[in-house]
């Protein structure tokens, strides 16, 4: 069955610091994908990234840059020089190929960037 | 392009009054559509998917229910809410099996 798990509850840092979120999946499938949301307080849940199993190329985008490691089962979120506006709770999420069309989310990572 | 409309944005219901929330997507034909639920402070947990017209897979076997009456239209309901519904409900649609899901706005739902 397939799982997804953010063991970092919340998370504080300083401005301008770096902070890195994990995300740890469990599948049986070889074929897969992987997302990252953000809920900022509003409450919307805002798109990141998605990532299939066969392309473990880290992924840079401005500030904000993924570590996808199949060997590790891992898929980390790592925000360089955090900003304020970064604070909110982020998700991890895994599709399986061969469970149709069923997403299930991580627990979330609640990040909180301190002036 | 494509919208989604999830409504009533805020509720408040008492204990045993049933619940309809519901979630209409426009700009696309034969979404896979998703309820979520969030309790405070919590995880998203899956509660139904749809892939079509009448096709629901369930995650909660609780006081929870979902139909699909129109392709792309999702209703979340239940007959007898419990003081463990409250909570903030979210449908999202994608296409296919492989994209992002794209999220309402969602749905406050208190229970007292």
């Known amino acids: 069955a397939q799982k997804v798990t953010q063991a970092q509850t919340e998370i504080s840092v300083v401005e301008k610091e770096d902070v890195t979120l994990d995300c740890v999946y469990e599948?049986?499938?070889?074929?897969?994908?992987l997302f990252w949301y953000k809920q900022p307080p509003s409450g919307e849940l805002v798109f990141l990234i998605r990532?299939?199993?066969?392309?473990?190329q880290n992924e840079i985008s401005g500030r904000y840059s993924w570590n996808f490691q199949k060997s590790t089962s891992s898929f980390n979120f790592t925000i360089t020089a955090s900003q304020v506006v970064d604070s909110a709770v982020y998700f991890c999420?895994?599709?399986?190929?061969?469970?149709?069309?069923?997403?299930?989310f991580g627990s979330g990572t609640r990040l909180s960037i301190r002036p | 392009s494509q919208t989604i409309h999830q409504w009533p944005a805020t509720l408040v219901q008492p204990v045993g009054s049933p619940l309809s929330l519901e979630c209409t997507v426009e700009g696309t034909s034969n979404p896979n559509l998703y309820w979520y639920r969030q309790a405070a402070g919590r995880g998203l947990q899956l509660l139904f998917y749809s892939v079509g017209i009448g096709q629901i897979s369930s995650e909660v076997p609780q006081n929870l229910s979902a139909s699909r009456p129109q392709d792309r239209q999702f209703i979340l309901s239940s007959k007898k809410l419990l003081l463990s519904d409250s909570g903030f409900y979210l449908c999202?649609?994608?296409?296919?099996?492989?994209?992002?899901?794209?999220f309402g706005e969602g749905s406050r739902l208190t229970v007292l």
């Open positions: 599948t049986r499938d070889t074929t897969y994908y």
């Open positions: 999420a895994l599709s399986e190929y061969s469970s149709a069309s069923k997403i299930i």
């Open positions: 990532r299939n199993s066969f392309d473990e």
């Open positions: 999202a649609w994608r296409t296919g099996y492989t994209g992002e899901l794209f």
